[in-house]
């Protein structure tokens, strides 16, 4: 089981910048794939960016690209993301996300979340 928490949430104004930081724990040695997602109030999850374990190959969805930043710790499994210049549309709580790859009796796929954590851009 893999444990993930979120911290580095908070309030900050249009332009600002805030790091978010995820805290891996427990059996981590099958994780592929870490990744920030956000849920604004009334919408659905989304995905916001995301790192893999060989090769630190990231990805953004488009409205975050240029702002937002992933970056991890390989041998931690630790996942970061620098967010600046926000905007209030960014305004969301954001999750922590972690899989695992299927490895033929070594990892099965499973996927985990934090709790969450608050970011909140006015304006």
């Known amino acids: 089981q893999v444990q993930l928490v979120e911290s580095g949430g908070g309030l900050v104004q249009a332009g600002g910048s805030l790091r978010l930081s995820c805290a891996a724990s427990?059996?981590?040695?099958?994780?592929?794939?870490m990744g920030w997602y956000r849920q604004a109030p009334g919408k659905e999850r989304e995905l916001v960016a995301t790192?893999?374990?060989?090769?630190?190959?990231?990805y953004y969805v488009d409205s975050v690209k240029g702002r937002f930043t992933i970056s991890g710790n390989n041998a931690e499994h630790a996942v970061y993301l620098q967010m600046n210049s926000l905007k209030p549309e960014d305004t969301a709580v954001y999750y922590c996300?972690?899989?695992?790859?299927?490895?033929?009796?070594?990892?099965?796929?499973?996927?985990?979340w934090g709790q969450g954590t608050q970011v909140t851009v006015s304006s």
């Open positions: 996300n972690a899989e695992f790859a299927w490895v033929a009796s070594r990892c099965n796929l499973y996927e985990f």
């Open positions: 427990g059996d981590t040695t099958c994780i592929s794939t």
């Open positions: 790192i893999t374990n060989a090769g630190y190959s990231t």
